[in-house]
């Protein structure tokens, strides 16, 4: 088979630097890259109930070639296990393994392992390595690079969590061929976000998506999170919390659906929606612009109406324990237009309810 190239792009955080390698049929060659790494001997590889039928024996043999002692674990899959109760279980099931300060964990998955299994990693024995292997369209161009790690709390998404970057990402986009289309669809969301912000020859590539040739549309992707993160590694200058974008509505309903109800991607749709309204009261985003956005969401069959039974006052409530909240006020992200971004202190309470109420 003819792979097209690999493309590898640098995370620039002085002693914390790592690389990501975006590519096809790059699973086989983990163990070779770690042993590259000078890490433990021993891992755990953390992994969810429907990735492991689909990759697990694949990584584990590549480990295993390579010399290193590998521990499976399985979590159920799906936003549910990003919780407390998973990250004993994984912590568990490594003390139980004999896993020590020299061992490191391997996350292959999407973005509730990575963040869950990174969470782990960051709190084993005060912090091991850990190594993202990111198998979603969400994971590898957003959660697996950047190193937010994390679970979510009864009040909120990822309210509990560290900042911990990993030593590595592989992302194989090859793996993207099993996902199922709503899975691979949602992934769009956090795609556009990052065009919206950031990139309006982006924005006009996703429309004409060639499916045959994932790895220089991820590879974009990556580029573009990595330099964010390099200028703003802990989201102190506002420069990082610009890929909020969409996230502060979309959070809130993603809690108040309850969570497993919406994909991740899909809440983050209807955010982006709300956040393009208000950004057209407090930004100047012309209508041109906003019908734009909504087309492609469109394109990748994303909500953008919000049903009735998920009320203005729940998503509200969710939303105030949101960590973009402080001291009852909020920085909300709004575009001018499509390709650039800015942290804003002038949106409303009411700005966002009304902005909920017109996605019905
Ligand atoms: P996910 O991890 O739940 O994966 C979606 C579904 O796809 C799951 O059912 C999973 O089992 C399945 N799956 C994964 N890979 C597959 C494959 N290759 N083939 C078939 N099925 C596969 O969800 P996600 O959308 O990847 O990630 C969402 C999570 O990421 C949310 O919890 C969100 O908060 C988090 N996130 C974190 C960051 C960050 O910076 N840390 C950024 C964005 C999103
Ligand atoms: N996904 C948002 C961030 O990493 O900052």
Redesign the pocket.
């Known amino acids: 088979m003819n792979h097209p190239a690999t493309e590898t792009i640098d995370v620039r955080l002085g002693d914390r630097s790592y690389q990501v390698v975006v590519g096809t049929a790059l699973l086989d060659s983990l163990g070779e890259r770690m042993a590259r790494l000078n890490l433990g001997t021993f891992c755990a590889v953390v992994t969810d109930s429907n990735v492991a039928g689909l990759y697990a024996d694949r990584v584990m043999k590549s480990l295993i070639a390579s010399n290193f002692k590998p521990t499976l674990v399985t979590v159920p899959a799906g936003e549910q296990s990003k919780g407390f109760v998973q990250v004993k279980k994984i912590c568990d099931a490594m003390i139980e393994a004999g896993l020590d300060r020299k061992a490191f964990v391997i996350t292959l998955g999407g973005g509730v392992v990575g963040d869950l299994a990174g969470f782990a990693a960051s709190i084993y024995y005060r912090g091991v390595p850990y190594v993202q292997v990111p198998t979603t369209i969400v994971s590898q161009v957003?959660?697996a690079?950047?190193?937010?790690t994390g679970i979510n709390a009864i009040g909120g998404k990822n309210l509990i969590g560290s900042f911990h970057q990993p030593r590595l990402v592989l992302a194989d986009v090859a793996t993207l061929r099993t996902l199922p289309e709503r899975e691979f669809n949602e992934g769009f969301a956090?795609v556009i976000k990052h065009a919206i912000i950031r990139d309006t020859e982006l924005f006009a590539r996703i429309a004409r998506l060639d499916r045959g040739n994932l790895t220089p549309l991820i590879a974009r992707n990556v580029a573009i999170?990595a330099a964010?993160?390099a200028a703003d590694e802990h989201?102190t200058t506002g420069e990082?919390?610009l890929?909020?974008f969409g996230?502060t509505i979309g959070h809130g309903i993603e809690a108040a659906a309850g969570y497993g109800r919406y994909l991740h991607g899909e809440a983050i749709s209807l955010g982006i929606v709300a956040a393009c309204l208000i950004s057209q009261k407090h930004a100047g985003l012309s209508t041109a612009d906003h019908e734009k956005i909504v087309a492609l969401l469109r394109q990748f069959e994303l909500p953008m109406k919000l049903p009735e039974d998920i009320s203005t006052e729940s998503i509200l409530a969710a939303l105030k324990t949101d960590k973009k909240f402080s001291e009852g006020k909020i920085r909300f992200v709004l575009t001018p237009a499509i390709g650039s971004a800015f942290l804003s202190d002038k949106v409303t309470l009411e700005d966002i309810r009304q902005a909920i109420e017109a996605l019905r």
């Open positions: 957003d959660s690079v950047g190193g937010k956090e999170k964010i993160v989201e990082r919390a890929l909020n996230h």
